[in-house]
């Protein structure tokens, strides 16, 4: 069965940092592209991140040069490095997958929730 | 532009067509994709590319695109089709991706 798994996630004060993992079933991550998506809470969804063939990567100017995406293919896992952390990156954490030869996020994680607070 | 506009509200009546609508500079390059959310779930892509969808997801539903506006039409809504809509696509650069900010449906 094609699947993300994600952990991580949970409280952290501000300035802290975190890691997220999203574990791969069924395809290999550095078949597709893999991206983050998040969504603060009652608002609608927001791209972070992307990584093409385990090592091209682009950010949302909201977090670049404070998250990093990277790729274990050994591990067959996409990791989102958090750092500085601020009260607006509150939100859940989405992984997913790119369609193969489309733009489409076609398999998502179930999610992972950050709360920045002191 | 890197926006995606959405109107945050759209209402049908049960077994009517709806469409949904998403505006940006960048669809005049790029396809839009299409998500449904329901409440404390992960998104689901229900259309894609050139009025593709993936395996499961029901014919009622259908995507389409003209000039900058990308549209998801429901033909024949369902009362488990009430939910978020999000449409994304590429930046105009290509290298970003960006997301509209949704559209609540209710079926009513």
């Known amino acids: 069965e094609v699947q993300l798994v994600q952990s991580g996630g949970g409280l952290i004060q501000p300035g802290g940092s975190l890691r997220l993992s999203c574990a791969a079933s069924?395809?290999?991550?550095?078949?597709?592209?893999m991206s983050w998506v998040r969504q603060a809470p009652g608002k609608g969804l927001e791209w972070v991140s992307i990584?093409?063939?385990?090592?091209?990567?682009y950010y949302a100017d909201s977090v670049k040069g404070r998250f990093t995406i990277s790729s274990d293919s050994s591990e067959n896992t996409v990791y989102l490095q958090l750092s500085g952390l601020r009260a607006e990156d509150t939100a859940v954490y989405y992984c997913?997958?790119?369609?193969?030869?489309?733009?489409?996020?076609?398999?998502w994680g179930q999610g992972t929730m950050v709360t920045v607070s002191s | 532009s890197s926006e995606l506009t959405q109107d945050p509200s759209v209402s049908v009546a049960l077994g009517q067509t709806v469409r949904i609508t998403c505006q940006g500079d960048?669809?005049?390059?790029?396809?839009a994709s299409w998500y449904q959310q329901k409440p404390g779930q992960a998104p689901v892509l229900v259309t894609y590319?050139?009025?593709k969808r993936p395996s499961g997801i029901p014919d009622r539903f259908s995507g389409s695109s003209s000039g900058n506006t990308a549209s998801l039409t429901i033909t024949g809504a369902q009362a488990e089709d009430e939910a978020d809509y999000h449409c994304?696509?590429?930046?105009?650069?290509?290298?970003?991706?960006?997301f509209g900010g949704g559209t609540k449906l209710t079926v009513l």
């Open positions: 994304n696509s590429r930046d105009t650069t290509g290298k970003h991706v960006i």
């Open positions: 069924g395809f290999t991550v550095s078949s597709n592209f």
């Open positions: 997913a997958r790119g369609a193969l030869g489309e733009d489409a996020l076609d398999i």
């Open positions: 960048s669809l005049r390059t790029y396809y």
């Open positions: 990584i093409y063939n385990t090592i091209n990567t």
């Open positions: 590319g050139k009025n």
